[in-house]
């Protein structure tokens, strides 16, 4: 007599919801961080946050280990989100809801409240002063906490350029902070 293995089409689905519960467990935070650095707000990042990874859930069967790192892959995603959102944006000029929000504090100090105030507003303004190269490759740095050699694979530059990009940009903000004091 012959056995048949019967195949349950849901094991194959749970494993996949199980891969991508991982996936977002793991990146979400650093895909938040990066978008963050990019743009500012809050309430936008929570929404490109979740476009990059309806994106992924959508192509991962097109992710190929042979090409690149997965999270060379997922960046370059998040990247591209962004770069859509401010294409569709420029046309519109907003202003950050955030701004508001961080006039409200829950802390007792005042003082250490408009210390971090006005630091932030002088960060957020030195930022603007950067490029739009200079811009990516510090939220892909910090925010979204990648090597070097991640981001050079992400933007298509060598690893040293990215090294030599960011030491650069990191002394054009330094002055550009100790000008705002």
Same mark, same amino acid.
Not at 3 to 24: C, G, R, S
Not at 82 to 88: L, P, Q, S, T, V
Not at 146 to 175: C, P
């Given at each position: $007599? =012959?056995? &048949?293995?019967?195949?349950?089409p849901?094991?194959?689905? =749970?494993?996949? =919801? ?12 650093? !895909? ?19 476009? %990059?990874? =309806?994106? %992924? $859930? ?11 790192? &997965? ?9 591209? !989100? @962004?770069?859509?959102y ?7 000029? &907003?202003?950050?809801?955030?701004? &508001? ?8 100090n005042?003082?250490?409240? %408009? $210390?971090?105030?006005e ?14 190269? #200079?811009?990516?490759? !510090? ?10 050699? #991640? @981001?050079?694979? @992400?933007?298509?530059?060598? #690893?040293?350029? %990215? ?6 940009? $990191? ?11």
């Amino acid at each position: $007599m =012959e056995q &048949f293995a019967l195949i349950n089409p849901l094991d194959k689905k =749970e494993t996949k =919801e199980k891969d991508f519960t991982y996936i977002f467990k793991t990146y979400y935070k650093r !895909v938040y961080n990066y978008i963050y650095y990019r743009i500012n707000c809050t309430y936008t990042t929570e929404d490109l946050t979740s476009q %990059v990874f =309806e994106k %992924v $859930m959508i192509k991962i069967n097109t992710y190929s280990r042979d090409k690149s790192p &997965f999270e060379v892959w997922l960046f370059a995603i998040a990247r591209n !989100v @962004i770069n859509d959102y401010i294409r569709k944006s420029k046309k519109h000029k &907003f202003f950050s809801i955030d701004s &508001f929000k961080n006039l409200i504090s829950k802390e007792k100090n005042p003082e250490d409240v %408009v $210390m971090l105030s006005e630091t932030n507003n002088k960060l957020s303004k030195a930022l603007n002063i950067l490029n739009e190269r #200079e811009r990516n490759i !510090v939220s892909l740095k910090f925010g979204a906490t990648l090597k070097n050699k #991640e @981001i050079a694979k @992400i933007l298509d530059i060598t #690893e040293s350029n %990215v090294g030599v990009i960011l030491y650069r940009t $990191m002394k054009k903000l330094k002055i550009e902070m100790e000008r705002e004091d």
